[in-house]
């Protein structure tokens, strides 16, 4: 779920209400649920007519070739081995720009949006995963104390048989 690419990209496009796919591929598929929650609009933008349709159809969202792509004021969430350098200079500043590619090709983004690499992100992950053994590590004496304290507690039975399950119903 949480650590799927959609899972990924939904994190990151918290209060985001209109996001560009470019991509129609398995992964883009993949990806498109993940983007539809919170009612965001979500446009898929790829060069295959009839993959294009077949999201629309298949989704319900809304589709652009790549070739007329306007980027507008949308987040963009790339999940295809396309440039975007054509694109860059409409992008709006601040636009959140998730990068699932492994190879960015020649790609540069400028410091007035934020761009999350696909590296970043298992970065991000990695260092999420290391803080979770650290204090998992760290909890698990107080645990072992706890239990054992408990398992060491003296209880009082006035009668000696208030442990014991009443069979009579």
């Avoid at 200079?89 to 636009?95: N, S, V, Y």
Wanted: glycine share 6%.
């Amino acid at each position: 779920g949480e650590q799927s690419y959609g899972g990924l990209a939904h994190r990151r496009l918290k209060g985001v209400r209109s996001v560009s796919l470019l991509g129609t591929g398995q992964l883009a598929e993949k990806v498109i649920p993940w983007l539809q929650k919170e009612n965001r609009n979500v446009r898929v933008v790829g060069r295959n007519p009839e993959r294009l349709e077949h999201l629309r159809e298949r989704f319900g969202v809304e589709t652009a070739n790549l070739h007329s792509f306007d980027p507008r004021q949308d987040a963009l969430v790339i999940a295809a081995p396309v440039a975007v350098q054509p694109v860059m200079p409409r992008i709006a500043d601040q636009a959140i720009i998730i990068d699932f590619r492994e190879d960015p090709l020649s790609d540069e983004f400028p410091e007035r949006v934020d761009y999350h690499s696909f590296a970043s992100i298992l970065a991000t992950l990695e260092e999420t995963r290391q803080r979770n053994d650290r204090v998992r590590q760290q909890l698990n004496p107080v645990l072992d104390g706890l239990v054992q304290e408990r398992e060491m507690a003296h209880q009082e039975f006035v009668h000696g048989w208030e442990d014991l399950p009443c069979l009579a119903s």
